[in-house]
């Protein structure tokens, strides 16, 4: 031997298979490093991948109902992963049942937020039967501030003023109830909300239609996206809201005028120019051609944007 006593050579037989044993662990060293490291990097990806995918699929549920009598309405409601409810309007009386088991099953019969744009009955209805009931708690709820007398004398027999009449003795000392006005600004379950049009007065005094007219306009945004809710105003405040608002007018989605059937002129779509519209009527109305929904359809095809309404409600999207 040549290493001398004692000495382990690197060479021989012996000396041949300690190499080779080292060679395999050091090769088995890097590939349980190389395994963990693409384990590391697998847990890493997943993670990263379910944040995506929770940031993709957004963290407000909007949701649009159809209403149960076969008519227009305005209904919608806003949940989060939290499990907060926002209700928008919410229909005629008849569709009390159907909000109150949205409510009840999946919201343990709590509200956070009620939102009435106006006072009609296809927009409070559902609203009054289910506050009478004192079936669910509510925590807040934002209305516009209706010149009571305004609205009394020009009321028309289709208003149905004695519905209004019915919400203002319910909710007369409610103290969780707020009337909003146009610039105002709030946080609403974490969207920032903007009113972009309300009751005035003294511009309601000059209208034939104040309570079609006097409706909230309003804007939910995240970081990312927003909706535009344009409730029943009339095309005579489409001036009004263009000069006010121009550019900011922008919006993802847009809840359509008056049901999609009149409201807003072609001028105040073209500064939304959302990706989505909806449209809160059914099929007949859609269909017939003595109203002006198709109009509004076509114009809205025409600027790409995807079509809802109640043939195929309830219709669902994610603000991201």
């Not at 009390?96 to 019969?109: F, M, V």
């Not at 209208?207 to 079609?212: A, G, H, L, R, S």
């Not at 009004?240 to 007018?249: D, H, M, P, S, T």
């Not at 939304?272 to 114009?299: T, V, Y």
Request: glycine content about 10%; aromatic content about 10%; charged content about 25%.
């Amino acid at each position: 031997m040549t290493g001398g006593p004692g000495k382990l050579s690197g060479t021989g037989a012996y000396g041949n298979e300690m190499k080779t044993v080292s060679k395999q662990k050091r090769q088995a060293g890097r590939a349980g490093k190389y395994a963990a490291g693409i384990a590391i990097l697998a847990a890493v990806l997943a993670v990263a991948g379910l944040l995506f995918l929770r940031h993709k699929d957004g963290k407000y549920s909007v949701t649009q109902y159809a209403s149960v009598t076969g008519r227009q309405a305005m209904i919608y409601t806003i949940t989060d992963r939290e499990g907060h409810l926002v209700v928008i309007d919410g229909g005629w009386r008849e569709d009390a049942g159907q909000l109150l088991s949205i409510i009840n099953e999946q919201h343990d019969g709590h509200v956070d937020a009620w939102i009435l744009t106006h006072p009609h009955p296809d927009h409070i209805g559902a609203f009054n039967e289910i506050y009478a009931s004192g079936q669910v708690e509510i925590d807040k709820i934002y209305t516009v501030p209706v010149d009571y007398e305004i609205y009394k004398r020009k009321a028309q027999e289709w208003d149905e003023f004695s519905v209004y009449e019915e919400f203002v003795r319910l909710t007369e000392g409610e103290a969780d109830m707020s009337f909003l006005r146009e610039g105002e600004i709030l946080d609403l379950i974490g969207l920032k909300m903007e009113v972009f049009h309300s009751f005035d007065s003294q511009q309601m005094a000059e209208v034939k239609d104040p309570c079609n007219d006097g409706g909230m306009i309003f804007r939910l945004s995240t970081e990312r996206e927003s909706m535009l809710f344009l409730a029943d105003v009339g095309v005579g405040q489409s001036d009004y809201i263009l000069n006010q608002y121009g550019e900011r007018l922008k919006s993802d989605y847009v809840q359509m005028g008056h049901h999609g059937n009149g409201g807003m002129d072609e001028r105040v779509y073209q500064k939304i120019s959302p990706r989505e519209a909806f449209f809160d009527i059914p099929e007949g109305m859609m269909q017939d051609e003595r109203l002006n929904a198709g109009e509004k359809r076509a114009l809205m095809d025409s600027l790409g944007a995807k079509i809802h309404y109640y043939a195929t409600a309830p219709n669902v999207i994610k603000l991201k």
